[in-house]
């Protein structure tokens, strides 16, 4: 079985996997004469929170905690409840309690805003009951949580207020539904009255001093992105900088223009042929953590408490790429209050972190993938240079081990390397081996999908390839044993719990017409085709340049520009490889993806199957 780590892990190498390919790939990097940036130690920075703002707050997150959100879970409340709705609409609930949090960590602005959405809602929604009738839609539980990571915020209440789905008579309801309603809204309106004369803002405050007094800062050749959880967050930092710095600062969402990205492009990615030093200060939501290259950048600010480590990465990973001259820098935001100079700013700023965290309880597992992660965690990772630089691994991935082993092969013994990779489809072996219960793992494929299946006693589980690879591992003394009748038995599990996990997407693949470049680089790319030490992930790859290439999806620009390096590659096929899986860009590939899908009549194929026998 020869397998590839995803292409992203390795053609450019990222900064998820920095420690990874450090141990396994030295001699490569230093070959190509390429390196990782120095990372610097992160950079907290503490805004403080006065007595008066402080009891705002403290209120403010009580509040929350006492709220019901029973205006979005409605459902809830029904006499009889369809069963299979309830837990869409708890998630609803976890939903909005997620959104009216991270407002309020975002900025004032943003959070006032939503107040009043939120205020302007449950008002409509009482006078609707009180009409006699509710209009409840259905559809729109899946979508919230990709708006919701997209800072789509009025797309979540539009899809709220529609009343296209279900109606329903008010009479079928409890009576604690009208009281839950009222109940929220003179909450609501309390916070409103909090805030509503509150005009301090001490976070941008600081923001604005430690550009103007932090040595990194304030170079003129430091090129900025500012993350924030909320679009009205960048908007409104882009209005406060702007009196200081002009058309130097620019705000980035999913609703701004292509003008916009294309500005963005222009100053940050360092393969843009029309590079521009115009714009020095970018502020953007998550939409901008992936999908453009921006490593002319050197720093990367985190306005917003950083809930989930994973999101840190994708951050920093903007500007901690092979490539960047400079070391890179990353500047953490953490509220504050006066006790700072008493007790300290990590103790302070984990107090703060640690309010929202018990407020939201067991929904803050929304904010972390399910990772159970607590607020003085992630205080500690955020700012930890090391996690930034291990991409969050404590410990190398396997992986990469035994790919440098695959890779090994495929150098110095090219016809074992073959001799493995032509081996018969449903080939299998069996081994003896201590410790191990009596088992089977088998490799299946359909189409582009591969899995691997363990079965054991009880039902068969899917497996990574790590976990495989360090089951199948065997010294070269290690003699082939008998395949016993037991085999079929554990192999029809594994067989029907692929046949319950495979899901069946082709590729139409068109064949037209090419320009000359379009038509040298398929040349080019059929001749690395034919070389003997290609992986399966390879092959894939190539096939996917030629479908690009043969739609046209490629750019005239970086066409001449992959072809121009080609060209100092010689006819060594794997450097023409790696130059084509560093310079067509990830994104260029994700729409094979998204392609018409149709029941495939290709078969299940079983690979390779090993039978352990248990070891004395």
Partial sequence: ???????STLFPYTTLFRSEVLKYFKKDLEKQKVSFPKVSEPRKIGYR??????RIFNETIELIKAFKYSRYTPILYLKNPDPQ?????????RFMKILLVKRLDSSFPAFKNTLRRFINSYTHFIDMLDDGSVYISKKYSNKVYDLLENDDEQEILKLIEEEKVKKYKADEFSLEFRKDLESDLLTLKKINSLWLNVEDDPKIDQFKEILETD???????????????????????ESQLKDRYGSEVLS??????????????DNYDPNCRRKKDDLRILITTDILAEGVNLHRANVVINYDIPWNPTRVLQRFGRINRIG??????????FPTDQSEQEIGLEACAKSKIQAFHSTLGEDAQYLTESEEISSHEIFERVNSKEFLENGGEGEADPELKYLKIIRDIRDNDINLFEKIKKLPKKARSAQRKKGQPESLITFFRKDKLKKIFFAATGEAKEIDFSRAATILKAEARTKRAKVSQDFY?????????????????????????????ETALIRVVKAVQKFQGLTDDDEEFLNNVLVLLNEGTIGKGRLKSVIKKIKTAGNNPLKILYLLKSDIPKNYFDSLGRTSAYKSSNPREIILSEYFIKGD
């Fill in 1 to 7: 079985m020869i397998r590839r780590p995803p292409r």
């Fill in 215 to 237: 040595k990194i800062l304030k170079q003129k050749d430091s090129k900025l992105i500012i993350f924030t959880e909320s679009k009205e967050t960048a908007e409104y930092i």
């Fill in 489 to 517: 038995k554990y192999l029809d599990k594994n067989k029907e719990a692929f046949k319950l996990a495979t899901t069946e997407t082709v590729r139409e693949f068109k064949q037209t017409g090419g320009r000359s470049n």
């Fill in 49 to 54: 929170f006065n007595d008066d703002l402080d």
């Fill in 85 to 93: 709705e309830i837990i869409g609409q708890r998630n609803m609930g």
């Fill in 252 to 265: 980035y969402s999913s609703k701004s223009s292509a003008a916009v990205r294309d500005r963005i492009i």
């Fill in 324 to 333: 960047q001259p400079r070391p890179v820098h990353i500047y953490n935001f």
